[in-house]
């Protein structure tokens, strides 16, 4: 039954220009073994980060109004799918990950990932939200000037990584993107948010492939 809600959720917001879903597969999986069982994978670290752009100016943040308690969050989420989480914690060594072009450049995200040291078999999950606001511009097209229309755009992105490393070896890292679009009135603040609806369905597509092989090894 989650799963029918989690695609109908998926159906419903796609079939509109905003929002939309982009999805990267960064590692191939491939090398996953052919069984997994929840039980042996740690989940005990995880990364959120919020990042805000003004026209061509990124100004890195942390100070968005988002969830304060985005651990239990996650923690509910995972938990629904079999996971056993002693506690989770916002691991310090992934604060780079704030840095969108980071993220972006698949080469140096693998790169920087594959440093990263987790004991036995662990899923970080890595939570990302990220703002762009800028005047809203109409016009143009080769018939008039483009003016400002006395709006702000805002283009806001709600993403989700799994990363997933046996023994050590960074064995799955996947990305799901939400993307969605406000305009507001020039000066009018909006209200940043990560639904649990929206945390639950970028968090099912993300970790689909692994769900499948703990299947199997059930």
Request: charged share 20%; proline share 5%.
């Amino acid at each position: 039954m989650k799963n029918l809600v989690v695609y109908a959720s998926l159906f419903l917001l796609n079939s509109c220009v905003h929002p939309y879903f982009t999805q990267k597969r960064l590692v191939n999986d491939r090398s996953l073994p052919h069984r997994l069982n929840a039980e042996y994978i740690d989940i005990s670290s995880f990364h959120f980060s919020a990042g805000q752009r003004i026209g061509s100016k990124r100004i890195i943040s942390d100070t968005l109004q988002l969830p304060d308690k985005m651990d239990s969050i996650i923690a509910v989420t995972l938990k629904e799918y079999g996971f056993s989480i002693d506690s989770l914690v916002n691991e310090s060594s992934l604060a780079l990950l704030i840095d969108p072009s980071l993220r972006w450049n698949r080469r140096r995200l693998i790169e920087f990932m594959r440093t990263q040291r987790f004991e036995g078999n662990t899923m970080v999950p890595i939570v990302c939200y990220n703002v762009s606001l800028e005047p809203e511009k109409s016009g143009g097209g080769g018939i008039g000037p483009i003016y400002e229309t006395g709006n702000d755009r805002y283009l806001i992105g709600q993403q989700i990584y799994i990363a997933y490393y046996e023994n050590g070896e960074l064995l799955y890292l996947r990305n799901i993107s939400r993307w969605d679009e406000k305009i507001v009135p020039s000066g009018t603040p909006i209200t940043h948010e990560f639904p649990q609806e929206v945390l639950d369905t970028l968090m099912h597509i993300a970790l689909e492939p692994l769900l499948k092989q703990m299947e199997k090894g059930r």
